[in-house]
């Protein structure tokens, strides 16, 4: 995560001028340092996704397996009813 520059007494005093009062503006400020954890980078996204992909490529890997497990079976239950026949 990442953490944006802020001045927060420039904040204060731009939203004093437009007619907010000081304690208005102080817990405003405070908000938004506070709310800066929760950013996310184009780094953060680019590493979830590659995370993601990841998972996706194990996950059909996975599943051609057992695919190809079931399509065995099947042809020896057709060819052992085929002798039987």
Do not use: P, W, Y
């Amino acid at each position: 995560m990442t953490t944006i520059t802020f001045d927060t007494q420039e904040a204060v005093i731009k939203l004093k001028a437009v007619g907010v009062s000081q304690e208005q503006a102080d817990v405003f400020v405070r908000v938004i340092v506070d709310s800066q954890h929760e950013l996310s980078t184009k780094r953060d996204i680019d590493d979830l996704r590659k995370d993601i992909d990841t998972r996706l490529i194990e996950m059909e890997q996975r599943l051609i397996i057992k695919q190809c497990a079931l399509m065995a079976f099947a042809i020896g239950i057709v060819a052992v009813l085929v002798k039987l026949l």
